[in-house]
């Protein structure tokens, strides 16, 4: 079955430091990849997505970047983080027509 | 883009009782899916349930139905039989190939 992994699950980060979150799948192959942000109480941004290794599309111009170096790997980064880039970081594959699947989540916190 | 709206920021049912959530889209494609999201206080995403538009019957999924509205773009929740569990925020979403987009989320509180 497939599965997909999130890491680290807890960050806190000082402001003006680098920033990189992993996001591994498991059990497919050639998925569509994808990276939402969730400020406190509110929805899902999308911020990224990949069709394939080393294609990112990207939906919103920010200090965040990613990458996809390998087929189930995808990576969000940052060279500085800023305070508004506190939030929940979702992962999330889909493969084929149906729905996404996501990771368990990056509680990220920049003071 | 497409874009997903819910109107109810917060909704409140009591233990046993029935209650809707709201979702519209925005959409000028014929060919979609829609899904409904839970996220629990863990903050784990959860499919509740799914619809294709090419589907004229709505989905069912045990105490969860959706009511489809699709000329109007209207794609609503419908849990019966409301159990404490339920309570979390509920996500709207709409996907069309690579684009998938969210609504702001409904949280729902069951009162005991």
């Known amino acids: 079955s497939q599965t997909i992994h999130q890491w680290p699950a807890t960050l806190v980060q000082p402001v003006g430091s680098p920033l990189s979150l992993e996001c591994t799948v498991e059990?497919?192959?050639?998925?569509?990849l994808y990276w939402y942000r969730q400020a406190a109480g509110r929805g899902l941004q999308l911020l990224f997505y990949?069709?394939?290794?080393?294609?990112i599309s990207s939906e919103v111009p920010q200090n965040l970047s990613a990458s996809r170096p390998q087929d189930r790997q995808f990576i969000l980064s940052s060279k500085k983080l800023l305070l508004s880039d506190s939030g929940f970081y979702l992962c999330?594959?889909?493969?084929?027509?149906?729905?996404?699947?996501f990771g368990e989540g990056s509680r990220l916190t920049v003071l | 883009a497409q874009t997903v709206t819910q109107s109810q920021p917060e909704m409140s049912v009591q233990e046993a009782e029935t209650v809707t959530l709201s979702c519209t889209y925005d959409t000028s494609e014929s060919d979609y899916y829609l899904f409904w999201y839970k996220q629990p206080p863990s903050r784990q995403m959860i499919l509740v349930i799914r619809q294709e538009a090419y589907k004229q019957q709505n989905a069912t999924e045990n105490r969860f139905s959706v009511n489809f509205q699709k000329a109007a773009k209207s794609f609503s929740l419908k849990i019966s039989d409301s159990q404490l569990g339920d309570a979390a925020m509920y996500f709207c979403a709409y996907r069309r190939g690579n684009d998938m987009r969210f609504g702001a989320g409904t949280r729902l509180t069951v009162k005991p």
């Open positions: 990949s069709v394939g290794i080393g294609q």
């Open positions: 999330a594959w889909i493969e084929g027509p149906g729905e996404l699947f």
């Open positions: 059990g497919t192959s050639n998925p569509n």
